[in-house]
């Protein structure tokens, strides 16, 4: 009488990677609920500061001197988005002025990177897509015989202007000013002033369509935006300069 062999030690060993898989399924799963750090949590304290209603994902990306690092209210740190301020082995004193800045309602996505030695600062309502990259600082290479990674930084702050959206695998420059509400597109790669309401594609970028108040968009809108009947309309910031009657 043949004993019973091939399939059933096959399944059984499938049943077991199943049940394997499942489990490091539901421990990551709470891994991830659980792990997020909001306002209040003993973890939260080694940011500068919290506010209200915002939340850092699980996992975590690398930290160095947390504590220059400022979130405001409502803002959401996707999962292993890197907040380095300095250098590794570089001091940042306790009370010191913020270094990395995000604004009221700002949403970070996923494996973003903040490299930060002076400012790094973004206004209220900024979405970064997974994968930005921004830093202030940059390596010198005047000296022709020492390795760049080992000359001298240098830095100019950066700043992203509310309402702004900035696209997968957008790399910031040091410098970079970039107005409020513009759109940038993926991949590029951001440097100097951008004015308010601009699309900017390109390597390096490029402003290539442009809002104002007395021209609208140009060049014009590819298609028309239907807005859905309830959706928000934007208005004007206070703070902007009204157009002279004619």
């Excluded at 270094?99 to 494996?111: L, W």
């Excluded at 950066?158 to 107005?179: H, K, M, Q, S, Y």
């Amino acid at each position: 009488m043949p004993t019973p062999s091939g399939p059933r030690p096959t399944a059984l060993r499938q049943r077991a990677l199943d049940t394997a898989t499942t489990v490091v399924q539901r421990v990551w799963g709470l891994a991830k609920r659980h792990g997020t750090v909001t306002p209040g949590h003993p973890l939260s304290r080694r940011f500068g500061s919290m506010g209200e209603g915002s939340w850092v994902s699980f996992p975590p990306g690398d930290y160095v001197n947390l504590h220059a690092v400022h979130l405001g209210r409502n803002v959401v740190i996707g999962a292993d988005v890197t907040l380095a301020v300095g250098m590794p082995t570089e001091e940042y004193p306790a009370d010191c002025e913020p270094v990395i800045s995000f604004g009221d309602r700002t949403t970070v996505g996923k494996g973003c990177w903040f490299v930060a030695r002076q400012q790094v600062l973004l206004e209220e309502d900024v979405t970064l897509a997974p994968n930005v990259y921004i830093t202030d600082h940059n390596h010198t290479y005047a000296d022709p015989w020492l390795p760049v990674g080992q000359q001298i930084l240098q830095c100019d702050p950066v700043r992203i202007g509310a309402g702004t959206w900035i696209g997968t695998n957008v790399v910031v420059l040091p410098g970079a000013d970039v107005g409020r509400n513009c759109a940038i597109a993926a991949g590029t790669v951001v440097r100097g002033t951008i004015p308010d309401h601009s699309v900017v594609a390109g390597v390096p970028g490029k402003v290539v369509r442009r809002w104002t108040e007395e021209d609208g968009w140009q060049p014009p809108m590819a298609r028309p935006v239907v807005v859905l009947p309830g959706w928000p309309v934007g208005v004007p910031p206070a703070d902007r300069t009204p157009t002279p009657e004619a």
